[in-house]
C-alpha cells in the first residue's frame, strides 16, 4: 500500500514537474482559462445583469479544470508512445493504471491553477467579489472536482488508446461536458434525456459542491456523490486497462510490435 | 536450467491491404525459433532488418504474447506468470526516445527506480552507483533534451540495470551512435558479465556481435539459420574465398547469372557513391575471378581483389541462403 502510495506521489510530482515546464502549454494554460471565463462574463452580463456573475466565475473556474485534463487524458497513452516510453511503463512489474492516473492527475492539479487564475481575473477585471460562506467544503469540493475529472480523465486515456485521433475525441467532448455537467446553464434547463448523462458524470456533482459550498447550501451530499463516481471510473478504467493490455499482447498493438 | 529458452516460438501478425476491398494478410515475424541462453551467458541475435530480432526479445520480455511455442525466462512462463518474469529483466533498446525529455537525467532514474520497485532507502545509493558505471555522473542533473544520443544511449543503460536484474535484454543498443560512442556502450555491456549479468543482444552489426557475443544465432525471416560462437560461424566459411570487384552499372541479369555460376556461394552488391562494390563468395575450391570477370563483360569494371571470408561473410552467407 504504502509502495503503490509512493509511486502515485513521486509520478504526479514528475509529472506535473514536466507539464509545467512546457513554454507553450504553459502559456496556453493561463491564456485559455481566462479567454473561456471572459466570453461567459460578458455572455451573462449582457443577458442576467452582474448579479449572477458569481455562479459564472466558480462554473469558469472549473471549465478550466476540465479543458486543462480532457486533451492530455484522451491522449496520455499515446504521447507515452510518442516518448517510447509505453513500453517500458507496460514491462514495468506495476499495475498500469497505478502508473497511468498520476498523469491525468497531474494534468488536473495543473488546471487547479485555472480555479485561481480565473477567481482573481473575475475580481479584477470584473469585480466580481465571491463570498465563500462554507470554506472547508469549498476546498474539499475543489479537491473532489479534481480527483473525479482526473479519474474520468483516465477512463478516457485507457479507453480511447486505440484511437489515432485520441486527442481530437478529447477536444470534442471538451463543450459537450461544459454543457452537460451544468456549468453555464442549470442542467434542469436541459432536455429530460439529457439529465441520465448528466448524474452520471462527476463534474456535474463537483460543480454543485463547489456552488453549495460558497452560497451556503448543502455541499456534503454531492461532495460524496462526486467522489463515489471517481471510484466508480477509476474501477471501469483499470477493468478497461486489463482488457486493452491482453489484447495489445495478443494483436501486438499499442507499439507493442 | 537456462536463463532463457526459447522452444519454437512462433509469432503471427494480422495486417490488411486495399481500401474498399480489404484483404486480411497474416505475416509470419517468428517462424519456430529454438535457443537457450546459460547463466552469465553474452547471447546474440543477429540479423538484417526485419528479420525477427526485435519480435522474438519482445515475446521474451512479455509485451508481445508468442502464437505458438513456449518462452521461459529465470525458469518463469512469459505467457502465464508475466509479473515474475517483468521484475527480473531489464530491457534496453536503441534510439532516442525511451526517456522523459523534460526530465533530468535524476528524475528519469527516479522516476523508473520507483516503478522497478527499488526501494526509497536504496534508490538515491544505487542511481548514483549506475550513473557512476554508465559515465553520467555529474551530468545527472541536466534535462535528457539536452543530451546527445551517445548519452541518452548510457542513460537507457542505466535505467536498464537500475533494478539489479539478473537478465538484460538489449535490442540495438548502438544504433545511430557514432563510433566512439558505440565502443565505449560496448565496453559498458561487456562489464555486465563481469558483474553477473546474462545478456540477449539483438543487433545487425557483426563487428558487435563478434566483440561481444560468447554466442550467436544468425536469424533470417523469423527462422535461426546458424547457430554456434563465432568461431564456430567462422568454421563455416573456412576454406572459401571472397572476390572483391568494382563495377559501375551491374545490373540484375548479370548478378543472376553469376550466382548460377559453379562454386559461387553468395552475391552481394553495395553501392558506392557512383559505383558498385559487388562481394561474391566462392566455396574455395576453384578460381572464379576469371569467370567472373567474363560475366562483367561489357560492364566498366575498377579494382578487383580477393580475400580471406570474414564473420561478416560467414553472417552473410547464412542469411542471404535460398
Redesign the interface.
Known amino acids: 500500500m504504502m509502495?503503490s502510495l509512493?509511486?502515485l506521489g513521486?509520478?504526479w510530482l514528475?509529472h506535473v514537474?514536466?507539464m509545467s515546464?512546457?513554454a507553450f502549454d504553459g502559456l496556453m494554460a493561463v491564456i485559455w482559462p481566462l479567454f473561456y471565463a471572459t466570453v461567459a462574463f460578458f455572455m451573462f452580463r449582457t443577458g442576467h445583469g452582474s448579479s449572477s456573475l458569481g455562479p459564472i466565475g466558480l462554473a469558469a473556474a472549473v471549465m478550466g479544470i476540465w479543458t486543462a485534463v480532457s486533451v492530455p487524458a484522451s491522449s496520455a497513452l499515446q504521447r507515452e508512445r510518442?516518448?517510447?516510453?509505453l513500453?517500458?511503463?507496460?514491462?514495468?512489474?506495476?499495475n498500469l493504471g497505478l502508473?497511468l492516473l498520476p498523469i491525468t492527475l497531474a494534468a488536473s492539479t495543473i488546471g487547479l491553477y485555472c480555479v485561481a487564475g480565473t477567481l482573481i481575473w473575475a475580481r479584477v477585471l470584473f469585480g466580481i467579489h465571491l463570498t465563500i460562506i462554507h470554506p472547508l467544503f469549498f476546498a474539499l469540493g475543489l479537491i473532489a472536482t479534481v480527483l473525479t475529472i482526473a479519474s474520468l480523465g483516465f477512463l478516457m486515456a485507457v479507453s480511447f488508446v486505440g484511437s489515432r485521433r485520441a486527442w481530437a475525441i478529447g477536444a470534442a467532448l471538451e463543450y459537450p461536458i461544459w454543457l452537460v455537467c451544468g456549468f453555464l446553464v442549470p442542467v434542469s434547463l436541459l432536455p429530460g434525456w439529457a439529465h441520465p448523462i448528466s448524474w452520471a458524470l462527476g463534474p456535474t456533482w463537483g460543480m454543485r459542491t463547489i456552488r453549495e459550498a460558497a452560497y451556503g447550501g448543502a455541499p456534503l451530499g454531492p461532495l460524496l456523490l462526486t467522489l463515489a463516481l471517481a471510484g466508480v471510473y477509476l474501477g471501469i478504467g483499470v477493468v478497461v486497462l486489463r482488457i486493452v493490455l491482453d489484447s495489445a499482447?495478443?494483436?501486438?498493438t499499442l507499439s507493442?510490435? | 536450467m537456462p536463463v532463457i529458452e526459447a522452444i519454437d516460438l512462433r509469432r503471427t501478425y494480422q495486417t490488411t491491404t486495399g481500401v474498399i476491398r480489404r484483404k486480411r494478410l497474416d505475416v509470419e515475424a517468428v517462424r519456430g525459433i529454438s535457443f537457450s541462453v546459460e547463466k552469465g551467458e553474452l547471447f546474440g541475435l543477429l540479423g538484417p532488418n526485419g528479420a525477427g530480432k526485435t519480435t522474438t526479445i519482445k515475446m521474451l520480455i512479455t509485451l508481445l504474447l508468442p502464437t505458438s511455442g513456449e518462452a521461459r525466462v529465470l525458469g518463469h512462463n512469459v505467457v502465464d506468470n508475466p509479473r515474475e518474469v517483468r521484475k527480473r529483466i531489464g530491457y534496453v533498446f536503441g534510439g532516442d526516445r525511451g526517456l522523459y525529455e523534460r526530465l533530468s537525467a535524476y528524475d528519469n532514474l527516479r522516476y523508473f527506480a520507483e516503478l522497478y520497485g527499488v526501494s526509497g532507502s536504496k534508490q538515491r545509493r544505487r542511481i548514483d552507483e549506475v550513473l557512476e558505471l554508465v559515465g553520467l555522473k555529474g551530468r545527472e542533473n541536466e534535462r535528457v533534451e539536452g543530451y546527445s544520443r551517445g548519452m541518452r544511449q548510457r542513460l537507457h543503460i542505466a535505467r536498464g540495470i537500475l533494478h539489479d536484474p539478473e537478465v538484460v535484454f538489449l535490442d540495438e543498443p548502438t544504433i545511430g551512435v557514432d563510433p566512439v560512442g558505440a565502443r565505449d556502450l560496448r565496453q559498458m555491456i561487456a562489464d555486465l558479465i563481469t558483474v553477473g549479468k546474462t545478456v540477449l543482444l539483438t543487433t545487425h552489426y557483426m563487428f558487435e556481435a563478434d566483440a561481444l557475443c560468447d554466442r550467436i544465432a544468425v536469424i533470417a525471416k523469423g527462422e535461426i539459420v546458424g547457430q554456434g560462437t563465432p568461431a564456430e560461424l567462422k568454421g563455416n566459411v573456412a576454406g572459401g574465398r571472397v572476390t572483391e570487384i568494382e563495377v559501375f552499372g551491374v545490373g540484375e541479369e548479370i548478378l543472376a547469372r553469376i550466382r548460377a555460376l559453379a562454386g559461387v556461394t553468395a552475391v552481394t552488391v553495395e553501392e558506392q557513391d557512383q559505383k558498385q562494390l559487388l562481394i561474391v563468395r566462392t566455396t574455395g575450391e576453384r578460381e572464379l575471378t576469371q569467370p567472373l570477370l567474363a560475366e562483367l563483360d561489357g560492364i566498366e569494371v575498377g579494382r578487383v581483389a580477393s580475400r580471406e571470408p570474414t564473420l561478416e561473410d560467414a553472417y552473410v552467407a547464412l542469411v542471404t541462403a535460398e
Open positions: 509502495r509512493r509511486v513521486l509520478a514528475l514537474k514536466m515546464r512546457s510518442w516518448f517510447g516510453t513500453e517500458l511503463l507496460v514491462v514495468a512489474p506495476r502508473i499482447r495478443k494483436r501486438a507493442l510490435a
